[in-house]
T-cell receptor
Framework: GQQVMQIPQYQHVQEGEDFTTYCNSS?????IQWYKQRPGGHPVFLIQ?????EVKKQKRLTFQFGEAKKNSSLHITATQTTDVGTYFC???????????FGAGTQVVVTP | DTEVTQTPKHLVMGMTNKKSLKCEQH?????MYWYKQKAKKPPELMFV???????INESVPSRFSPECPNSSLLNLHLHALQPEDSALYLC????????????FGPGTRLTVL
């Protein structure tokens, strides 16, 4: 079945540095979503990518969808302590309404 | 109103207890979800309701029994749980038509003793 893999699982970042988390699917995705979960919180939707090669920006966050629509990335520039949390990608799975989440990248920021 | 509410926030129960988790949304979303999340893991799908009908059951043990009494409410009835069922239980909703954004509730932190 379809698998969504996400790396790294853990990212320790110095405040002000950049980092990237990657999501790879074993099959072509019609779309992909990104969520952020703060410690002790619940997943919050960040963005959805639909088109091949699509790039979307939200302030310091840049999201990309690969040309083959099998991978995606989230790049954060000038990391701040507010960026702490776990970032998940999610893609549609084999049944309607079902989504496969990646393992998540837990981000820890050191001041 | 763009939020999903869940009650209770925390629940401690014994293995012989019967309890229920409740989820509510008033966004008109006709797809509602139950997820289970263990620490440092992604949400794991349990059930999906579409137009108040169960459309996906991810082979969840029968000690978990979902119910969707109307388009705004989703319940999860718990009976004879095991300690390994302790987790964060998340409810989510999304519109059937349109985007795939899921709106998650704050979750119920369940501990089974």
């Amino acid at each position: 079945g379809q698998q969504v893999m996400q790396i790294p699982q853990y990212q320790h970042v110095q405040e002000g540095e950049d980092f990237t988390t990657y999501c790879n699917s074993s099959t072509t995705l019609s779309n992909i979503q990104w969520y952020k979960q703060r410690p002790g919180g619940h997943p919050v939707f960040l963005i959805q990518l639909v088109k091949s090669g699509e790039v979307k920006k939200q302030k310091r966050l840049t999201f990309q969808f690969g040309e083959a629509k099998k991978n995606s990335s989230l790049h954060i520039t000038a990391t701040q302590t507010t960026d702490v949390g776990t970032y998940f990608c999610a893609g549609p799975s084999d049944s309607w309404g079902k989504f496969q989440f990646g393992a998540g990248t837990q981000v820890v920021v050191t001041p | 109103d763009t939020e999903v509410t869940q009650t209770p926030k925390h629940l401690v129960m014994g293995m012989t207890n019967k309890k229920s988790l409740k989820c509510e949304q008033h966004m008109g979303h006709r797809a509602m979800y139950w997820y289970k999340q263990k620490a440092k893991k992604p949400p794991e799908l349990m059930f999906v309701y579409s137009y108040e009908k169960l459309s996906i059951n991810e082979s969840v043990p029968s000690r978990f029994s979902p119910e969707c009494p109307n388009s705004s409410l989703l319940n999860l009835h718990l009976h004879a749980l095991q300690p390994e069922d302790s987790a964060l239980y998340l409810c989510a909703s999304r519109p059937v038509q349109g985007g795939n954004e899921q709106f998650f509730g704050p979750g119920t932190r369940l501990t089974v003793l």
